[in-house]
């Protein structure tokens, strides 16, 4: 009798259209300083929760932003568990790899391709470990030049290689920033300037920026 | 009665002059290039082992060599469980430091001084969390000049001082070979050449240098 | 009398295919180890001088090795005097820029992009003071990969930039080496391999690069 | 009777205590920001003609400020024409090599240590070459810490002894600001802070700084 009862409850329901509770996507956006400002009243987490809005999708998702100011993949390795599994995410974005190429200029503390890579590998199989999607991004831009006279275009190039190369072996979707930030620049950035289109500074984003990257994730995310 | 009889027992064994069946010591070494040559025929964890058995301990101690070259303190934290937790030590040595510094000049990938410390710390944290004894080394050399114009002299022993702190602030006992070098040089290397007094190449060991280092590790580890 | 006999002599002479003694034009190669490299058994500079044979101009020109390994611009306004203009070369031919580039990596000294540009400005106007023909290359590769993804092609590219613009303001011949190897890799390096090609490297020539540059110089120099 | 009276005026002077019109020593001070600073109100170079000025010699001395930021060895070669020997100096005094050792580590544009001493020589012949008298000084300081745990501090080191054997090899008087520096600071700073004891940010003097120079200078120069 009360299987019956219950058979004929989920029938009725769902003739009248009605779904189950659905658990909320909860997705950590976890990278460096870009991801960091991410948050920001203007930032590309922010902009791509008004998306989600707009979609009328809100419920059904949870943005959490785990950016911090410097990060290379190492840094997301060590604190991965603090910072990202603590929070129990469904979804996890990876942006990282503008630092470990800049820092090797810069501060001479870059991080070795090889090495980048198997971080990289660890840290998507320690999430994966606990059923956690994972999709990964290209690092967008070091200069905005369009004729590969950037001067770290040749090693950002070699780094996105390898990420589009992790993201086949991993079966993690891939979010080509790279190829989106080049192709908008072909089209907008006539004069070859190294910065003010989609950045303020050849790294960090601008309100054009933030929205071409939450469109991006938008793609990716909400289907 | 069955007390009075242990009791006795014990008294007896005492008396006789044996030792209750002591459990072996397991000494992990984990570094560098330095560590991986430390297992060679010449090596200083071989050179340790042979001072060990001259003392008529050897039942005493398990040594393990767990050194990789290009290692620095991130590779190391990276490889620690199955490389060291896997092994089951009792104690470990640990070796590092060198690439840290050395890489900055000759790949642009060293590591900074502040994540340097960070993962310093998670990787004592994480060997402590099972009761391991940790020791801590400072990096002996790159360059064996004594008037501290070796290239990265400086560098060096900022890392050194860094290391000196950390065993301060986690109760491990230090190894300093730096001091030990640069004690040496002091007395033996008068024409202040760059290598081959303690090191082959003003980094990696010549007999002498294992023979210094396996000595130092003598007075740390077998008391 | 004489005026009459002279120019019957002279249409007599130009009646029988003679022509007037004519002064050798003196080129200098002025360059790296690539141009050290360039008069050797199989070098550019020897491959140049078998085309202008081939061509019966062997008595028109005299060519002049002066590349020493690991010059950078500022290497070569130093020994401009000594090593150029004391050989009173009609002709010379820059090539340099390589190491300017790959020594920021390798060694921490490579040239601020001013003051390759200063440098360079500096060495043109030393030769043109003093009446001498200067052409100036682009440098050719550090890597063969044709997607821009060898690690220092965005520095490449842009020192090439500067070194074109250099060319335009001061009424220097260009030769586009850069550009006539990417060219070349992109009709016959289909596995975007890094060298192999017209290297043995990624920047030094094998016989193939040497007669690629051969050519380019024979186009420029040769008339 | 001419004879006789200019033997008896020239009598008369010196007795009168009256000294013949002297030619004034033109010095130029030659370097990189630290120089170029010099001429400010408080700068080292003001600070010893203040100097002069209490000794009343205010009439045998000129000083001139050279310096230009950012500026190695190479860069004060290329603008010695232009900036030192188009002023006719009669004693020129060389403080150049924090940026060769420096830039290194911020942009990979650093001196190698061969061409350092190379570029040197070849600065210093330029000007003996017209009778100028040479005065060279070793780097003073990239941090103030006194336990050579200063980042740069090897380098630096190696810089000076290099500096110390081209002032022997070249005849030229050594002010060694280096030693100088050092010896204050294991006097001043007990706390082995990194700046704020001579410098205001371990290389850029202070009012200290600049005192400390005036005066090793005055002790070279002013006899």
Redesign the interface.
């Known amino acids: 009798m009360k299987k019956m009862n219950l058979k004929l409850t989920l029938l009725i329901l769902i003739s009248l259209g009605f779904t189950l509770p659905q658990q909320k996507q909860h997705i950590v956006f976890f990278g460096d300083s870009i991801t960091q400002a991410g948050v920001g009243a203007s930032g590309y987490i922010t902009v791509l929760g008004n998306l989600i809005k707009e979609k009328g999708k809100v419920d059904q998702y949870q943005l959490t932003g785990a950016g911090i100011g410097g990060n290379k993949v190492?840094?997301l390795?060590?604190r991965a568990d603090d910072d990202v599994l603590a929070k129990n995410p469904s979804t996890v974005v990876i942006w990282v790899g503008v630092n470990d190429v800049w820092?090797?200029?810069?501060?001479?503390?870059?991080?070795?391709a090889d090495?980048f890579e198997?971080?990289y590998h660890?840290l998507i199989r320690k999430l994966q470990a606990k059923n956690i999607k994972v999709l990964i991004c290209t690092p967008a831009a070091i200069?905005e030049k369009t004729?590969?006279?950037?001067?770290?275009?040749?090693?950002?190039?070699?780094y996105?290689?390898i990420i589009r190369d992790i993201a086949k072996k991993n079966n993690c979707e891939l979010i080509d920033l790279r190829k989106a930030f080049l192709a908008y620049n072909l089209a907008n950035n006539p004069e070859n300037k190294k910065d003010g289109i989609l950045t303020t500074d050849g790294v960090h984003l601008n309100d054009k920026g933030n929205r071409l990257v939450a469109d991006e994730m938008m793609k990716a995310l909400v289907k």
């Open positions: 190492y840094d390795y060590l820092h090797k200029r810069t501060h001479g503390t870059g991080t070795d090495k198997k971080f660890a200069g004729d590969y006279s950037n001067e770290l275009d040749g090693d950002l190039n070699k996105s290689n």
